[in-house]
């Protein structure tokens, strides 16, 4: 799975837009980009991911570049409870039915301010 | 609430001893893989394991082993416990879904204190 680069912590105020930016700059063309965060000791938590395209949930949005070396993940209006490390995760489609593990980088811990 | 059910929640034990961690995972999931998080070194994969088959290895130790059941549940065992075995473990089913890469979904771990 291709490398993935984040910066190691970022502030936010609350109600604002938080933007976390990750780099991919070895992606396959068969990798799909994943978002996951972990709140404090709890387990993680899936967030978005997607392959070309720019991708919206409930939860957040990610912007993926024409060239797919990099990514963002948007909070729209982010709020305390979105305090957490979040991982950007670059992994090849499953095989046979059966998903790859996740390999977890040191990720951003994400701080929003009141 | 990720549906993916992990006991004990807490553990604490001595040196030298045995212990097994139990996960169940979602309904209908048939991965489930096996995590360990210590403070100095984030989340690390151990083992996988897909419809009762070893399905990849990671960084797990020699005296660290797991299995699947034919109901779907894991064990993960983990003897000769040294303190440095102090950590979280998490456990997380998948699904897949057509051609994607799916998702994990995670439970809320075990927490365990070697002493």
Not at chain 1, 25 to 44: A, L
Not at chain 2, 31 to 51: E, R
Request: proline share 3%.
């Amino acid at each position: 799975d291709a490398k993935t680069t984040q910066p190691t912590s970022m502030d936010c105020a609350e109600g604002r837009a938080a933007n976390l930016p990750c780099n991919h700059s070895t992606i396959s063309g068969n990798e799909y980009v994943y978002w996951y965060r972990q709140i404090h000791s709890q387990g993680p938590q899936y967030i978005i991911h997607g392959l070309k395209n720019n991708e919206t949930n409930e939860m957040a949005s990610l912007i993926i570049t024409e060239d797919r070396k990099s990514s963002t993940l948007i909070l729209p209006h982010a709020t305390l409870r979105d305090t957490a490390v979040y991982y950007c995760i670059v992994r090849v489609a499953a095989v046979f039915g059966s998903a790859r593990q996740l390999t977890f980088g040191s990720g951003t811990q994400l701080t929003v301010l009141p | 609430d990720s549906g993916v059910t992990q006991t004990p929640k807490h553990l604490i034990t001595a040196t030298g001893q045995r212990v097994t961690l139990r996960c169940s995972p979602r309904s209908g999931d048939l991965s489930v893989y096996w995590y360990q998080q210590s403070l100095d070194q984030g989340l690390q994969f151990l083992i996988q394991y897909y419809n009762g088959e070893e399905r990849a290895k990671g960084n797990i130790l020699e005296r660290f082993s797991a299995q699947q059941f034919p109901d779907l549940h894991s064990e993960l065992n983990l003897s000769s416990l040294e303190l440095g075995d102090s950590a979280l473990y998490f456990c997380a089913s998948s699904v897949v879904r057509g051609r994607e890469a799916g998702e994990l979904f995670f439970g809320e771990g075990s927490r365990l204190t070697v002493l």
